[in-house]
């Protein structure tokens, strides 16, 4: 079966740091996309990950470890708009299926 | 219009009402998503096209019949549903069908069923 696990909620005062944990179990496993979506709006493409490591994009950052099953999206210097979802999603064959968790609500807080 | 578009934004049917939902992209994509988004739950991918052709559906009810007359515009046919169909429902296009294609995603139809 499929399953992608991901908190399903955390706070953070604003400035902070916020890293989004993101397990996953796929019959197929090509690559991993982090989605940002905010209250009533379309989700929008953060990060993707298809090697080991770490991905840096301003103020946002993507690891993942294939051999571990294992994701984080990290979130530095946070700010007010950055409160919304974060959706972990796994491409899960060659024609860039996606399975998604059900997301991580940010709430960053003054 | 600029990315991808959806109409209706809100859609409130009864259970024996006969809808559509349509999608629009601007981007020049050749492959497009039909995705249902339930409270509190992941994204279902319910169908995919490929340069017009359907090559996926995910055991969707046939109460849901998707077309793509073209590889700008996507429809979703809605009759019968029932109250567990209600949620939202966001389409999506991509360059190409394959690893690694950034998707993106209209801002979604809410739908409430009666």
């Known amino acids: 079966g499929q399953n992608i696990d991901q908190p399903t909620e955390m706070t953070a005062t604003e400035g902070a740091i916020v890293q989004i944990n993101c397990t996953y179990q796929t019959s197929g496993f090509n690559g991993l996309f982090w989605y940002q979506q905010h209250a009533g709006e379309a989700p929008t493409f953060l990060s993707y990950n298809v090697l080991d490591g770490l991905e840096e994009k301003g103020r946002f950052s993507s690891f993942l470890s294939r051999s571990k099953g294992y994701s984080y999206l990290l979130l530095k210097e946070l700010q007010m708009k950055d409160s919304a979802s974060y959706l972990c999603?796994?491409?899960?064959?060659?024609?860039?299926?996606?399975?998604f968790g059900a997301g991580t609500q940010v709430v960053v807080t003054p | 219009e600029t990315g991808v578009t959806q109409t209706p934004r809100h859609l409130v049917m009864g259970m024996t009402n006969k809808k559509s939902l349509k999608c629009e992209q601007h981007?020049?994509?050749?492959?497009m998503y039909w995705y249902k988004q339930s409270a509190k739950k992941p994204l279902e991918l319910m169908f995919v096209?490929?340069?017009?052709?359907?090559?996926e559906n995910n055991s969707v009810p046939s109460r849901f019949s998707p077309e793509c007359p073209n590889s700008s515009h996507l429809f979703l046919h809605l009759h019968t549903l029932q109250p567990e169909d209600s949620a939202l429902y966001l389409c999506?296009?991509?360059?190409?069908?394959?690893?690694?294609?950034?998707?993106?995603f209209g801002p979604g139809t809410r739908l409430t069923v009666t």
């Open positions: 999603a796994a491409e899960t064959d060659s024609w860039g299926k996606l399975q």
């Open positions: 981007l020049g994509h050749n492959a």
């Open positions: 999506a296009s991509s360059q190409d069908r394959g690893a690694g294609y950034e998707q993106y």
């Open positions: 096209y490929s340069l017009e052709e359907r090559v």
